[in-house]
């Protein structure tokens, strides 16, 4: 990965997109990351990548729910502590 200053990146924008073709670009300022320059292919990746996990978080959230609501009394009794237990004493 290039790591260039705000400064740098100014005056090398050009071959700084190229080289972000290659490999992402990391754009500082006072020494801490400000901004990447990526190309158009790892991008994709990255959006698809958080609508993955986007559709991954509502899928848990909808099992969570419907587990919540068949749970019976006795499971839905039950804390963290109580399931770690469980789940060592099934091995």
Known sequence: MITVT??????RFGQLLDSAQREPVVVT???RAAAFIVSPQDMDE?????A???RALAELEAWSQ???ETATPAAAALTEQ???N????SR
């Open 86 to 89: 469980l789940v060592r004493e």
């Open 29 to 31: 300022r006072h020494g």
């Open 66 to 68: 419907r587990a919540a």
């Open 52 to 54: 993955r996990r986007s």
């Open 6 to 11: 705000s400064v740098e990146a100014q005056n």
């Open 46 to 50: 990255i959006m698809d990548a958080r």
């Open 82 to 84: 109580d399931l770690v």
